[in-house]
């Protein structure tokens, strides 16, 4: 297995431009999971699904902010406009539906915003 | 709410001597996970242990070992003989089902180990 597929790696833009961070979570893991890294708030959870349906939104930090899941293989975090105070690691996540069960990330996508 | 706290932000030690990583714990539910994930220099997050709210047994896994006590909502983490591969950033975690069969991974901030020669 692959593991959690996330691109770009690295991500620099300019202020106002639109980002697009994808995920490929594990196949037959029901949940995939949306965090943000940054040094001032360390990991934030955004946004997580099951079963390709968003269950809690609650830490998406603004309406910049929108994350779909049209398939249990892909998912996408789109900031538009960015701003600087975006910039962080953002890392994708996967489980199987048991609580138990553990979160497997991705190796992250940095976001630098200009 | 749930809350994970990890009181040390930094810990250095020179190589080979022992370390506990500190991390406490709050919740309300009677059924939650607790997980530690490393973070090594290169900024992947590796899982590294998980246990259930109704097993405290301590487990020992080659030089880590880690103290689970629910009377002081603690979970422990001891590196025994550290080595400078040791040198992370280490995560506590805690996960609880919330009805409906969501359920969320909530992180400490992390306590930065530095392991020098």
């Known amino acids: 297995d692959a593991g959690v597929i996330q691109s770009p790696r690295h991500e620099v833009t300019e202020m106002g431009q639109e980002v697009t961070l994808r995920c490929k979570p594990i196949?037959?893991?029901?949940?995939l999971f949306w965090y943000r890294q940054t040094m001032m708030r360390g990991l934030e959870l955004l946004i997580y699904f099951n079963n390709n349906v968003p269950i809690d939104d609650s830490g998406m930090p603004e309406d910049r902010f929108s994350a779909k899941m049209p398939n249990a293989s892909f998912s996408t975090l789109k900031i538009q406009p960015s701003e600087p105070r975006d910039s962080a690691v953002y890392f994708c996540?996967?489980?199987?539906?048991?609580?138990?069960?553990?979160?497997?990330f991705g190796a992250g996508s940095r976001l630098t915003v200009l | 709410a749930q809350k994970v706290t990890q009181a040390q932000t930094e810990i250095s030690v020179v190589e080979k001597e022992d370390v506990t990583l500190d991390c406490v714990y709050e919740?309300?539910?009677?059924?939650?996970?607790l997980f530690w994930y490393k973070q090594p220099p290169s900024g992947e997050l590796v899982f590294l242990i998980r246990r259930n709210s109704f097993d405290e047994q301590n487990e020992i896994s080659g030089r880590y070992s880690w103290n689970f006590q629910k009377s002081t909502s603690s979970f422990n983490f001891t590196i025994t003989a550290s080595q400078v591969v040791d040198s992370a950033v280490y995560f506590c975690a805690l996960r609880i089902i919330l009805t409906g069969g969501g359920n969320k991974l909530t992180f400490g901030t992390g306590t930065q180990l530095k392991v020098e020669l």
């Open positions: 196949s037959g893991h029901d949940y």
């Open positions: 996540a996967s489980s199987l539906l048991s609580g138990a069960n553990v979160l497997t």
């Open positions: 919740t309300r539910d009677t059924t939650y996970y």
